[in-house]
């Protein structure tokens, strides 16, 4: 494992906000681990955990076999031997010097280097990151992006051993954002420390993600490879805070192991699935499909067949892929202008989903 | 013709009890702003102590705790071949009394406006935490801090009960501007009296004025 983190940590109740448990056990083996969740769930304090910012009440921190952190020994590596490059929401570069000025900051601190290589090490991170020419440059005179060109660059002077990332790409726009996950890309090539990204985004999250912890109240609700996270929620909170799914009630009224199949009864109507290993006839669960799956049957008055409902229409608003449906029991789906214009005025619309996009999850 | 003697000694002690103000009061500050230790609490009380109590009251614990015949002078004496009390060097000691406390207790508050996220980034490329003091904290903080050692001067030039206490009224030797004036009104003198008031009251208006101007916040500059 390249990160092995199992950290506790108790915050007592202060002022305005209730007392706190941080009680996590992060372990991955990806590149990008995305710790994704909302805000006040504790992304932001067990990253300070691992860069040495906070420490834990009790637990025990291994990065690339490297021990920081040990509760039982008492043994607690300072920020400045733990080697982490750490991104900090609005970057932190010092405003009292200049781009160049911040590298060398860097480059003086660590230890080991001659000066011609730190000098060496800085003008090549000026020109990857395209500093050049703003070197000189004080942080205020700079603009969103070029602050977190600077950071970056600012980051990878010493070469860290793990990079700490804290909503990068807060306030930034849709733009900005890919050029900076192009830049992440460009960081690969210098390093290839293991990275922990905290984000409330969940389009950055799958946009980054190898690895995935999703967060809530200072708990990991789920944690796994970010395609199996996404594929299979845990349970139905799980499925819910991702907000990417339909999720109905089911029952399960069949198993057919031999034809690979299951039979469901979602809101009276027969669905049916591949076959579910590990569960009872009489079973109650959600089904979940993906909001991008669920499709609407445009022309038909035929009466919903299997894997159809028939739903009654709440609302539709304008959306990126064309029309957002609200259909009753808060199933969403999204279809082209095209086909909205064949539906529209249309009280109930009947939805289909394809079977292989069914996810069963028990109660 | 006036004795410009007092005038003199007034800045000669207010320079010099600034810069153990600026050193030593910056040092407590940060402690006070950025560590946790036992005993914390009955510190800062013991800073602010300065402030409620009587000149009188500081000068006579001044008194015996670096007069002549308390350890602490006897090592003053041993070091420097003279006795502490009634020179004017006392006097340094009685101005840094008076103005350490304010400069400490809005010093702390200075360095803890600075932004931990700046300590902590320095300390996440392996600075260390001097170094991150003086490259990262002291740059961030000097013009609160500057500002307040000018008022921290202005205080130290006006010192007169702790003064009088343990450094004593010896013209020519340890009669500051402040002690001048007290000479002068008692002594009937009133041209001189006048003449002093006017000059320390101007000194200390430039001295405001100047903390003012150095604490006024940076001109914002953006690219946007």
Same mark, same amino acid.
């Given at each position: ?11 007592p109740?202060?002022?305005? $906000?209730?007392?706190?448990? /941080?009680?996590?056990?992060l372990?991955s ?10 805000s006040?769930?504790g992304?932001?304090?067990?990253l ?9 009440d009790e637990?025990?921190?291994l ?15 300072p920020?400045?031997q733990?080697?982490c490059?750490y991104i ?7 405003p009292?010097?200049?781009?160049? =000025? ?8 660590g230890?080991?280097?001659s000066?011609?290589n ?6 090549? @991170?000026?020109?990857t ?5 703003l ?6 005179? @700079?603009?969103?992006g ?7 660059a600012?980051m990878?002077?010493?070469e860290?051993?793990?990079l ?10 849709g ?6 996950y192009e830049?992440?890309?460009?960081l690969? =090539? ?9 984000t409330?985004?969940l389009e ?5 993600a ?6 809530? !109240? ?10 199996r ?5 845990? *349970?139905v909170e799980?499925?819910? &805070?991702l ?7 089911a029952?399960?009224?069949a198993?057919?192991?031999g034809r690979?199949? $299951?039979?469901?009864s979602v809101?009276?109507?027969l ?6 290993p ?5 079973d109650?669960g959600?089904?979940?499909? +993906? ?22 229409v709440?609302?539709a $608003?304008?959306?990126l892929?064309?029309?957002r449906?609200?259909?009753e029991h ?6 082209s202008?095209? =086909? ?7 009280e109930r ?15 | 013709m006036?004795?410009?003697?007092p ?5 000669r002690?207010a320079?010099?009890?600034t810069l153990?103000?600026? %050193?030593?009061?910056?040092?407590? !500050?940060y402690l /006070?702003?950025?560590?946790?230790f036992p ?9 602010t ?5 009587p000149?009188?009251v500081l000068g006579?614990?001044?008194l015996v705790?670096?007069g +002549?015949? &308390?350890p602490?002078?006897?090592?003053y004496?041993?070091l ?7 020179t ?8 840094f009394?008076h103005?350490a ?10 360095l803890?406006?600075?932004?931990? +996220?700046?300590?902590w980034a320095?300390?996440s490329l392996g600075?260390?935490?001097?170094? %991150?003091?003086?490259?990262v904290?002291?740059?961030l903080a000097?013009?609160?801090?500057s500002?307040?050692?000018s008022?921290s001067f ?12 343990v450094?004593? *009224?010896?013209?020519?030797q340890?009669?500051t501007?402040?002690v !001048?004036?007290?000479d ?22 430039a001295?405001?004025?100047a903390?003012?101007?150095l $604490?006024?916040?940076a001109?914002?500059q953006?690219?946007?």
């Amino acid at each position: 494992m390249r990160i092995d983190a199992r950290l506790v940590k108790r915050l007592p109740p202060t002022g305005g $906000s209730e007392a706190f448990e /941080l009680n996590v056990h992060l372990k991955s083996d990806a590149d990008v681990t995305v710790l994704l969740g909302p805000s006040g769930a504790g992304k932001t304090l067990t990253l300070n955990c691992l860069g040495g910012f906070a420490t834990p009440d009790e637990g025990r921190i291994l990065v690339n076999d490297e021990l920081y952190f040990d509760g039982p020994t008492k043994l607690r590596l300072p920020p400045q031997q733990r080697r982490c490059g750490y991104i900090f929401q609005d970057h932190a570069l010092f405003p009292h010097m200049t781009v160049r =000025e911040n590298l060398r900051f860097a480059a003086n601190a660590g230890r080991g280097n001659s000066g011609l290589n730190r000098h060496r090490r800085i003008v090549e @991170l000026l020109e990857t990151f395209e500093l050049a020419d703003l070197a000189g440059r004080k942080p205020a005179q @700079l603009s969103g992006g070029q602050k977190q060109r600077a950071a970056l660059a600012r980051m990878l002077v010493n070469e860290p051993k793990l990079l700490l990332l804290d909503e990068p790409t807060r306030g930034l726009d849709g733009r900005l954002k890919q050029t900076f996950y192009e830049l992440l890309g460009k960081l690969r =090539e210098r390093s290839t420390a293991p990275m922990v990204l905290v984000t409330h985004d969940l389009e950055e999250c799958m946009e980054l993600a190898g690895h995935v912890c999703l967060m809530e !109240a200072g708990r990991f609700t789920q944690c796994g490879p970010r395609e199996r996270v996404f594929a299979r929620p845990a *349970n139905v909170e799980v499925a819910r &805070s991702l907000g990417i799914y339909n999720i109905l009630p089911a029952v399960i009224e069949a198993l057919d192991p031999g034809r690979d199949c $299951s039979r469901l009864s979602v809101l009276d109507q027969l669905w049916e699935v591949h076959y579910l290993p590990g569960r009872l006839i009489g079973d109650q669960g959600y089904v979940c499909m +993906r909001q991008s799956e669920t499709k609407v049957v445009v022309v038909s008055d035929a009466p919903a067949a299997a894997n159809q409902l028939l739903l009654k229409v709440e609302s539709a $608003s304008p959306s990126l892929r064309g029309m957002r449906i609200q259909l009753e029991h808060a199933v969403i789906a999204e279809i082209s202008e095209a =086909e909205y214009a064949l539906c529209r005025g249309s009280e109930r619309l009947k939805v289909e989903v394809p079977s292989a996009a069914v996810y069963f999850v028990g109660k | 013709m006036i004795d410009w003697f007092p005038l003199w000694l007034s800045l000669r002690v207010a320079a010099l009890a600034t810069l153990f103000v600026l %050193t030593v009061g910056t040092l407590v !500050a940060y402690l /006070l702003s950025h560590k946790s230790f036992p005993g914390k609490n009955l510190v800062d009380s013991l800073i602010t102590l300065p402030l409620v109590l009587p000149p009188t009251v500081l000068g006579y614990y001044l008194l015996v705790i670096v007069g +002549r015949h &308390s350890p602490l002078g006897q090592l003053y004496e041993g070091l420097f071949g003279q006795p502490l009390v009634f020179t004017w060097q006392a006097a340094v000691v009685a101005a840094f009394l008076h103005s350490a406390p304010i400069y400490i207790k809005a010093g702390r508050a200075v360095l803890e406006t600075v932004d931990t +996220r700046y300590e902590w980034a320095a300390h996440s490329l392996g600075a260390s935490e001097w170094r %991150t003091f003086w490259r990262v904290t002291l740059p961030l903080a000097w013009r609160g801090l500057s500002s307040l050692g000018s008022l921290s001067f202005a205080r130290s030039l006006g010192d007169f009960g702790v003064t009088i206490m343990v450094a004593g *009224n010896i013209p020519g030797q340890t009669q500051t501007l402040s002690v !001048a004036i007290f000479d002068a009104v008692e002594s009937g003198n009133g041209r001189l009296a006048r003449i002093l008031v006017i000059v320390i009251s101007a000194a200390a208006l430039a001295l405001l004025w100047a903390a003012g101007y150095l $604490s006024r916040p940076a001109r914002a500059q953006s690219a946007g």
